[in-house]
């Protein structure tokens, strides 16, 4: 008798492991907007003795192109992430929601503030187009990441995401 | 349950009987209602036919001036430029190697109250709106000669114009204008398909037409001693110096944000560049404190119709007792005329909002063409959707909810007076 009820446990068991796991690959990683800039990026370039301090100002942008701030952390490529930022709205569909739009860490940075470098903004498709409300207020957008090369003048967006949800912010 | 049938069947004659109060108090709903599902449906139609407008364009750059401004006045053709942009900053921006395609436009001149644009072929071949869509000719082709002229569907359509008829332009963009380009009139080449955007109400001319046409004017006036004809002008370079706005479509996304900030610190002269995304988002985010001003106006006119409802009930009550002594004699129970009074309240407002729905249609209808020509807002007539549903549900509950109270003293006043009244 013990036998049996064992026997017929391990479906139980089975199933049940299995959906832990399918649900724990399905937890989006929480993805901080430092965690988005590669190592390489986050050297401090070495200082010669007797050289001037960096002269190239954050907000000098060589035409055509950054000189910092283009290379994606490629291994986030294909992650399931959920990251919080602020919404700079591109295309609506026919019914005026919200289709497309880009992500970016501070409000206020499509108006009067320097923009972000390439590897600071996340182009966004969504899913489900949304009513966006204020584009002063943050939300927590879920989605899959792709990460592409930033190639120079013919700049491309280095970070795609696919977002399947879009939640308000709350502090 | 045929206890329902019967008390609604009853209740529909009790109102028939008092078919004129009843027929104001279903009116008093109805506009309201009307009042309330139109304000709603306004607002969506607007916040569509904005949105729909302009699409896949990256920049838009005018002289500075304001956001919102600039946007009204290059893709709404609501507002004015308060200044132009020179052809040479024109070339140097859309030289630059983030940018795909860019649109010229010309505005300022007026044809019999309808705007007239100046641009090249760029505008026939990049210019996308309601999200993927490209312009398309209903008849003829775009522009090629200097005097060509390409029709929106509506300003072919209100005056009549077809291929090969000619047309003068006039300076300014009012209804009228008393300084018109009559020496030099323009000929209809192609006419476009009706877009649901102000493309419709737009004559599109090349941008050489519009310096051929003010090559003798200086100051807004035409100078006799330098006046030159339509022949002589075709003889003559017509580079454009200025224009009012151009549109840039770039090759990624993302380089908007570093190409807007370089436009916008342009050495050259003072200019703007916007995301026609985040202006519109802006004009929302203005114009919803005004939008929820209006709903909540809606949502009191509603509660006032229902309190007159109310009033008209309760009203009614003391006439009513022998009437509801009769109905107990013949077998009502005090329930019975409570669920009568229910009823009442309840086909009164059922009829309030349907007759306010048809309402709504009706008026929608009618204004639609004047909104059309006044502010660029399309409004489509769409059968009910939800929010109309919801409403509906809302205000019958409601009403049956309020006649609780005349139904409750009906009920007490059915116990009491029993059989016998004394009125």
Known sequence: ?171 | MSSLTTTLNLAGHSLYNRRVTAALTIASIAISVALLLGVERIREEARTSFASTISGTDLIVGARTGHLNLLLYSVFRIGNATNNVTWESFEDIRSRPEVAWSIPISLGDSHRGFRVLGTNDDYFRHYRFSRSRQLEFAAGQPFDAVFDAVLGADVAAELGYELGDEIIIAHGAGAASFAEHDDKPFTVVGILQKTGTPIDRTVHVGLAGIEAIHVDWEGGVQRPASRRSAEEVLEMELEPEEITAFLLGLKSRVAAFSLQRQINEYPGEPLLAILPGVALQQLWEMVRIVENALLAVSICVVAAGLIGMLTAILTSLNERRREMAILRAVGARPWHVLMLILSEAGLLAASGVLAGLALVILVTAAIAPWLEQQSGVFITIQPPGVFELVIAAAVIGAAVLISLWPAWRAYRNALADGLTIRV
């Not at chain 1, 049940?16 to 990683?29: H, N």
């Not at chain 1, 001037?52 to 290379?71: C, F, H, Q, R």
């Open chain 1, 1 to 171: 008798m013990i036998e049996r009820v064992s026997l017929e446990l391990i479906p139980v068991i089975v199933l049940f492991c299995g959906t832990s796991l399918v649900l724990a690959a399905d937890e989006p990683r929480v993805l901080m907007w430092e965690q988005m800039i590669p190592a390489s990026e986050m050297e401090p370039a070495p200082v010669l003795p007797g050289a001037e301090p960096d002269t190239v100002a954050p907000n000098e942008l060589a035409i055509g192109g950054w000189t910092y701030g283009t290379e994606p952390v490629a291994e986030l490529d294909g992650q399931l992430v959920r990251i919080p930022g602020f919404v700079v709205p591109l295309e609506s569909d026919e019914g005026g929601l919200l289709d497309e739009f880009l992500l970016v860490p501070y409000a206020g940075a499509c108006i009067h503030l320097p923009p972000p470098p390439p590897n600071q903004i996340v182009y966004v498709t969504l899913e489900e187009p949304y009513e966006l409300t204020s584009m002063w207020d943050p939300f927590w957008i879920t989605g899959t990441m792709h990460t592409e090369p930033y190639l120079g003048e013919i700049a491309q967006t280095v970070y795609r995401l696919s977002a399947i949800e879009i939640e308000d912010y709350e502090y």
